[in-house]
């Protein structure tokens, strides 16, 4: 089977994960996105999301909190904001981070206060469903 090398690097952490895959399905700015081996070159900005990875038979998951993204036929690069693994994130702080974030956004469509900053809430709250998903917690 063919594989592809996986570098996911954050400012504050360095290196956060390394290894040869056979796909990864990422979330950019432009939809979903399946990366194989031998995948034609491209960069793209990356979305706050439970990036998917697949080894053989097996699929892990790595929160990203937004990042860029370079393929190469033989090479994922990913620069993210932030990285972290399912055993690295907390679910009581994510649940939180989510309520919080849920919370101002119906502040906000309720008396439209423009000291909510609503880009930043909903970014809050992508980034808390994400890292709930990446510890497969149910976040209905």
Known sequence: MSTIL?????PDKGEVFSKEIGMLIVRSICGELGILPKHARLMTELVPHAMRIK????????FVGG????????????????AEK???IDTERARAAMNRAQERIENFKQSHDE??????????????KARLLVKGEHIG
């Open 6 to 10: 996986l570098e996911v690097a954050t």
């Open 55 to 62: 080894d053989g038979g097996a699929e892990s998951q790595l």
């Open 67 to 82: 990042g860029f993204m370079e393929v190469t036929p033989d090479k994922i690069t990913i620069l993210a904001d932030s």
């Open 86 to 88: 399912p055993e690295e």
């Open 115 to 128: 000291q909510i900053d609503i880009g930043r809430a909903e970014a809050a709250l992508a980034r808390a």
